[in-house]
């Protein structure tokens, strides 16, 4: 293939344009403003990533301060039931206390009336044994003896009687 340079080919004005547009935009600092464009944007992303990264950071230490306070939260919350489990079974061993307590009295008030009542059942049945004794003799006593002999008995009384206190 050969090869000709004449100026009558297109392909050869193409070329001298482009040279001519890129070297006007050399010319007029096209690459310098598209450089500093490029810089700018790549300082805007970077400063964004900083913002980024600076944010994450704080995200994860109110993170970490949120487990934090989640987890003493949940200790203060065992410590409470922990508390409440504890003052009630001290509530319901004061309860059994005070009610074995109160049966206790209860029992011993009932054996106190129990015995007050078997003491007062015997005294009332030996005064009625004394009582029907007595009429028992008083009776027995009229139907064996005679006017003379109660008075022989009332004479030997007195008379014993008389030894007696002197």
Known sequence: MHWEFSLSEPPIWVFMALCIIIGAALYKGVHKTMAKALDERADGIRKELDDARTLREEAQVLLASYQRK????????????????????????????????????RADLAET???????????????????????????LIRDQFKAADHSALVKTGVTQMGKVLN
């Not at 919350?77 to 206390?97: G, P």
């Not at 005064?127 to 003799?137: I, M």
């Open 70 to 105: 989640q987890a003493e939260a949940e200790e203060q919350a065992k410590a409470i039931v922990e508390q409440a489990r504890k003052d009630a079974e001290t509530m319901a061993d004061q309860a059994r206390k005070n009610l074995k307590e109160r049966l206790e009295r």
């Open 113 to 139: 009336k129990i015995t007050s009542a078997e003491a007062q059942a015997m005294a009332d049945v030996k005064a009625r044994a004394v009582d029907l004794a007595t009429q028992a003799a008083e009776q």
